[in-house]
């Protein structure tokens, strides 16, 4: 199975200590070269370099190309514009956004749709995360979530 991740979730994962699972999940993790431009930025966090910079990771970075941009994805960010295209191209099984205003545009888009915390989610149902845990972690970065989105998702995962 083929993913196409965006900048968040390869931030927030190995921020919490979880950069493994995009391996365990999927075959591939495909990232557009907008995406690599943004995690080279000097503010992202030591941990997220260092996952980055192993052998691990496996990220296979592509180009977009040929394309014709919507105006709705004109509204998003470079990295989350070029996931979608990227996710389009490859004809990806899933695309992986944190976003809601980029969520919304690649459903528009025909694409499957998961986050951070739905990869937290069946992570968690495989047993290889702690979702308690990790949604605890989560909750000490900066990521953006609702505190009820939080804990509905440990309610159902009780």
């Not at 907008?34 to 970075?61: C, F, K, M, N």
């Not at 180009?63 to 990295?79: F, H, Q």
């Not at 505190?147 to 309610?155: A, G, K, S, V």
Request: net charge negative; proline share 5%; aromatic share 4%.
């Amino acid at each position: 199975m083929i993913a196409v991740a965006d900048t968040s979730p390869l931030c927030y994962l190995p921020l919490i200590g979880e950069g493994d699972l995009l391996a365990k999940l999927f075959a591939e993790v495909a990232v557009p070269e907008a995406v690599i431009t943004e995690l080279g930025h000097p503010r992202v966090p030591a941990a997220v370099q260092a996952w980055l910079d192993s052998p691990e990771t496996r990220l296979v970075v592509h180009s977009v190309t040929g394309v014709v941009v919507s105006p709705e994805l004109r509204s998003l960010d470079a990295g989350e514009r070029e996931a979608i295209l990227l996710a389009q191209q490859l004809a990806a099984s899933v695309v992986i956004l944190d976003d809601k205003a980029a969520r919304v545009a690649a459903k528009r888009c025909g694409l499957r749709v998961v986050g951070t915390l739905g990869l937290l989610e069946v992570a968690s149902r495989e047993g290889w995360v702690d979702l308690q845990a990790a949604v605890g972690r989560l909750r000490r970065t900066n990521f953006r979530a609702s505190p009820t989105l939080l804990d509905d998702l440990l309610r159902r995962n009780v």
